[in-house]
């Protein structure tokens, strides 16, 4: 982990430890029926205050809790039209790929790159602690991932010309 980046990532894995405390909590509405209060958002008195943590203006996360369930949503730092587009293939990617990440979520929230739903069902199967080192080992990575995908991506566009401008001298 960069030295850059350790405060921010600290901050999130300190949040991420204090709202995971999750109960099994049945629904108000409907009889017999246990849905993601963060989800639903039938009723307000079982939400907790959502919570921003920003590093800049396109790199942040937004933790929003109740009391059976967390989603925690995160934007991706784009600073360019060629990470744009790298970053929305590779969290597409992903998101198809949903079932086999179990927390993560189909679509995400509007304003963010990818989101993750953890249930107290999750924290019932899994360690918690895990599941927030998950988290925070996802955001160093997909960082990682980007930037190694674009260092290619100018690599290959580099070769292409050279061999296309070869022709001419």
Known sequence: MSNALRPY??????TLTAAMCLENFSSQI??????PEVEVRASKEVLL???????NAQERVLIESSINSLRISIAIKQA??????L???????????AESF????????????????????????MY????????????????KEISEMRLSLNARARAVAKAYLSQFG
């Open 9 to 14: 990532l600290s901050a999130v894995r300190h």
């Open 30 to 35: 409907a009889e017999r029926h246990n849905k």
């Open 49 to 55: 205050n959502p919570l921003v943590i920003s590093r």
């Open 80 to 85: 360019d039209d060629i990470e744009r587009i």
């Open 87 to 97: 970053a929305h293939k590779f969290t597409r990617f992903l998101t198809q790929r």
């Open 102 to 125: 179990v927390i993560l979520r189909r679509k995400p929230i509007e304003g963010y790159d990818i989101s993750f739903l953890i249930t107290n069902s999750h924290t019932e199967q």
């Open 128 to 143: 918690k602690h895990k599941l927030v080192d998950f988290i925070i080992q996802f955001m160093e990575e997909v960082d």
